[in-house]
């Protein structure tokens, strides 16, 4: 097998035309969208910060300084590691994964009813309603949250009428706000992929199931669960990097004290103006995540290849 | 084991909106009995098998099970294991733990499942396959895997929906007496469902011909086959060749049929149909193709009636010959192979015969379609 003749099997299969274009496109799309940015931001976080005349000069060598600025903090601190900066990694990471399940808890009842219902008109009408919402901007959709969890929002006004509390409960301070918010941004992005596999699973399984004196939530442990692992999995995973990644709700719903690790990176690249620095966040919390991601798909023994399916 | 059981159903209706799937269905299993519900594809019968096993409430009657009115009682509440028409076995599941399922959600140790597992896979003949995925097995294998699945659970009623159908014929006539007797070792009831008249007939104690959500007969294959109730019985049920005609006298069981085109034949009316044919009566007369025979002696005669050989296909162990009776009437014959070369050639003019008494006369009614 030479690369000529994989070549010229290629171009036989697609026709010259087309041929030309996936390559290019593919091309296109892997070097220039994915692969250059991501490699020279890699570069960017190993340079020191300088003014741009000195760039390319003698001084422009390549450091670890970002690197151990994360770690350890400024050099001549008082603490002898960067703890708020690690603080604020830290809980990104497990706020992240607090929304994954959160989302992933909501969603896959109604993935399963939704995969399994064999309705035709009503599930469709069903799939309809939930990407309404995800016309509206991102922003918009989370100041929308904001008033709505705001001291005077429905939420307190609706619990005062009731008697329920006395006094306007500070949901934004809470970060109940920025869960919602954070949750209810990736929804489709959890209910789709489960959907996927669920509605692919032969309903005589379930009831074979059922008719071996399975109660509900073994069927679900034993047989749909395994069965849509591929799907929750890549919800999952969806879920967690774009939570950990969000800018828009951290900022807008995010009470004063919680800072989330995306804008620490976007403060260093805005009005720090240290690009290297905000560069070397970025990388960090790109292959931690990805590393996190890898390892609980090993541990659900869940293969990458079955992810796609 | 556990012996197995009664099953009956008393006018049971089953609808799906302004549809009736089954209409006032009334059928009586014996226990340890094997029983078939036998009819074209969407003539119902998952849907009875469903509303057995509990899938599926009867909008009107009753299933019992056991003598117990099954009202209100779900599928994993019920005496039964239903074996899916596409098996339904878990894919990620190793197949000594699909087999024993059902004692896991008992919550029986590993290894006494273990255990039990293997003993069931030496009865479907499969030892050392219980740490396969399904998916490494054959289609006849999978077959047995589903069988020893359901048996595990030990039901007192099996239920099984057209579980061949998937598998060649050779595999699936060595199924037909593995299953029979495996049904025989265990004692249990087995209702089981086919559009294949020989399965019904080769496995069954009883059988239900089923057309179009109304059960047409139940009897045992001897008689479906010979005694139809129905004129779609005795169409559905192996080949037949069907004259109309009116009926000339009565004599006893016998009738003579004045047909519409062979002439006056005589037949035995069937059992479901006595008392209810007069003379005058418009009818149905059926004759099976290995009923007819070439006739030495060519008088005419009340069960003899020519026509000419069209052509002739050889089966193996029988011919069957296409012939072309008075104004066109199509018959069909089959003789046993016994050696010769060809017993008629085409064109020929031929006067068949056959034995009155296995023709029968029933009154007019719907015909299996082709
Ligand atoms: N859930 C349902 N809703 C509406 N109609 C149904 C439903 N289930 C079955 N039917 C209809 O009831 C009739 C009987 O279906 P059933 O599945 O019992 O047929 P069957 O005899 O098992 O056929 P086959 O041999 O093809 O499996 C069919 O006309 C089918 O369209
Ligand atoms: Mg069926």
Redesign the interface.
């Known amino acids: 097998m030479t690369v000529t003749r994989i070549m010229s099997n290629y171009f036989n299969r697609n026709g010259f035309g087309l041929g030309i274009f996936l390559l290019v496109a593919v091309v296109f799309w892997v070097v220039i969208l994915i692969v250059l940015p991501q490699i020279s931001m890699l570069d960017f976080s190993f340079r020191h910060h300088l003014p741009p005349p000195e760039m390319g000069g003698p001084k422009d060598t390549y450091t670890l300084e970002h690197y151990k600025y994360l770690v350890l903090g400024a050099p001549g601190a008082d603490t002898s590691y960067n703890v708020v900066d690690l603080t604020v990694f830290a809980r990104t990471l497990l706020a992240a994964f607090f929304v994954t399940i959160l989302d992933l808890i909501l969603c896959y009842p109604l993935a399963y009813y939704l995969g399994q219902s064999r309705g035709g008109g009503m599930t469709r009408i069903l799939v309809l309603l939930l990407i309404i919402p995800y016309w509206i901007n991102e922003i918009l959709r989370a100041f929308a949250f904001r008033i709505i969890f705001g001291d005077s929002g429905v939420i307190n006004e609706v619990m005062l009428a009731m008697g329920l509390i006395s006094d306007p409960i500070d949901f934004i301070r809470a970060n109940v706000a920025l869960y919602a918010g954070l949750g209810y941004a990736y929804i489709l992005l959890m209910i789709f992929p489960i959907y996927n596999v669920i509605e692919s699973l ?1 309903r ?2 379930i ?9 509900w939530w ?1 069927i679900h442990w ?2 749909v669960i ?2 849509a692992k591929p799907g929750i999995s890549s919800g999952c995973t969806m879920v967690f990097m774009l939570s950990a990644g969000a800018l828009a709700a951290p900022q807008i719903l995010g009470g004063p004290s919680s800072l989330w690790f995306t804008q620490i990176i976007y403060q260093w690249f805005n009005t720090g103006g240290n690009w290297p620095r905000g560069a070397a966040f970025a990388i960090v919390l790109l292959v931690t995540c990805i590393v996190i991601v890898l390892s609980l798909m090993r541990l659900f023994k869940v293969r990458i290849g079955d992810i796609g399916k | 084991m556990s012996k197995g059981v009664d099953v009956n159903l008393e006018n049971v209706w089953i609808k799906f909106g302004d549809f009736v799937a089954v209409r006032d269905a009334n059928v009586d299993i014996k226990g340890g009995e094997f029983f078939s519900f036998l009819g074209p594809s969407g003539c119902g019968k998952t849907t009875i098998l469903r509303a057995v096993s509990g899938f599926l409430e009867p909008s009107d009657g009753t299933v019992r099970i056991g003598g117990k009115d099954m009202a209100g009682i779900g599928p994993n509440k019920r005496p039964t294991a239903l074996i899916f028409q596409n098996l339904a076995l878990f894919p990620l599941m190793k197949v000594w733990e699909n087999i024993t399922f059902s004692l896991e959600v008992k919550g029986v140790s590993k290894a006494d499942r273990r255990k039990r597992a293997d003993e069931l896979l030496d009865m479907i003949a499969l030892p050392d396959q219980g740490d396969k995925l399904p998916s490494e097995l054959s289609g006849g294998q999978k077959q047995r895997v589903a069988i020893a699945r359901a048996l595990c659970a030990e039901p007192d009623v099996l239920l099984l929906d057209e579980p061949l159908s998937a598998l060649d014929l050779k595999l699936r006539q060595h199924m037909r007496t593995e299953l029979r007797e495996i049904q025989q070792r265990v004692g249990i009831t087995f209702i089981y469902i086919t559009h294949d008249q020989g399965e019904a007939l080769t496995m069954s104690d009883n059988v239900a011909v089923m057309r179009a959500g109304v059960v047409d007969q139940i009897a045992n294959g001897h008689s479906i086959y010979n005694d139809p109730a129905t004129p779609f019985v005795a169409s559905f049920v192996g080949e037949n060749n069907v004259f109309r005609g009116k009926i000339k006298s009565i004599e006893g069981e016998m009738a003579l049929i004045n047909t519409n085109r062979s002439g006056e034949l005589l037949a035995r009316i069937a059992t479901a149909a006595r008392g209810k044919l007069k003379v005058g009566d418009p009818a149905m007369m059926f004759i099976r193709p290995e009923a007819c025979n070439i006739a030495a002696d060519t008088a005419p005669a009340p069960n003899r009636l020519t026509a000419m050989v069209k052509h002739e296909e050889f089966e193996g162990q029988i011919y069957n010959v296409f012939l072309e009776g008075a104004e066109g009437k199509e018959i069909k014959m089959s003789l046993v192979n016994i050696g010769q070369h060809r017993q008629s050639a085409e064109g020929d003019n031929l006067t068949l015969e056959y034995v009155p008494d296995q023709a029968v006369v029933l009154p007019v009614g719907e015909l299996a379609s082709e």
């Open positions: 032969d005589n399984q009831e074979a199931a059922r008719d071996m004196g399975a109660p073994r034993r047989v395994p069965y």
